[in-house]
């Protein structure tokens, strides 16, 4: 099946930094969501992609679907400590599914 | 408020008996999915539904079953035959057809 790979797998930053991650495909996707997870709680939509080449913002938060629709980046403008967590992509499966990303774990240092 | 609803937040289970997740959504969405997750990994699809009295395997249905009698309810039951069911179970809905997925907020589910 279809399956994603991102990275960097974790990072540490300090409060402030600008963060970057990507996530990649060997197949193309048309939609590209990207989650993040705090500790013992379910993922919460941050970004939905659904054209390639499209830059989305969510405050602080960028995300971009890449122009082969392989990949797509999400960029952290000016991290602050609650960004710490877990941060998945997610693309269409064959069929009615998602396939998700390892995730990549970030953790801000004060 | 809508959203979707996952309880118990914490289940524990006996070897050799069956214990049953809950997940009810007020969204009106269409589709429910299961997913598992261990620690420090990324989400595997256990079951999904796309409409009621239909449902298909995912990834890693093997030991677990499910049911979709309402559209709002998706239970998922973890049978004896899970010889590792200690995991983090998320449920998610989505309205339609390439839509966004969105989740409850789990059930950790470990073995006594």
Avoid at chain 2, 72 to 84: G, H, I, R, Y
Wanted: glycine share 10%; charged share 15%.
């Amino acid at each position: 099946g279809q399956q994603l790979n991102q990275s960097p797998q974790s990072m540490f930053i300090q409060e402030g930094e600008d963060v970057s991650m990507n996530c990649t495909s060997s197949s193309i996707f048309n939609t590209w969501l990207w989650y993040k997870q705090d500790p013992g709680e379910g993922p919460v939509l941050l970004i939905a992609l659904y054209k390639a080449g499209e830059l989305t913002s969510n405050g602080r938060l960028t995300a971009q679907f890449g122009i082969t629709r392989k990949d797509s980046f999400l960029n952290i403008s000016a991290s602050i400590p609650s960004d710490v967590g877990i941060y998945f992509c997610a693309g269409p499966n064959y069929g009615q599914n998602f396939v998700f990303g390892p995730g990549t774990r970030l953790s801000v240092l004060p | 408020d809508g959203g979707i609803t996952q309880s118990p937040k914490y289940l524990f289970r006996k070897e050799g008996q069956n214990v049953t997740l809950s997940c009810e959504q007020n969204l009106n969405h269409d589709a429910m999915y299961w997913y598992r997750q261990d620690p420090g990994q990324g989400l595997r699809l256990i079951y999904y539904s796309q409409i009621v009295n239909d449902f298909q395997k995912g990834d890693i249905a093997e030991g677990y079953s499910v049911s979709r009698e309402k559209k709002e309810s998706f239970p998922l039951t973890v049978t004896s035959a899970q010889k590792n069911p200690t995991a983090f179970y998320l449920c998610a809905s989505r309205p339609g057809v390439l839509e966004k997925l969105f989740f409850g907020s789990g059930t950790q589910l470990s073995v006594l």
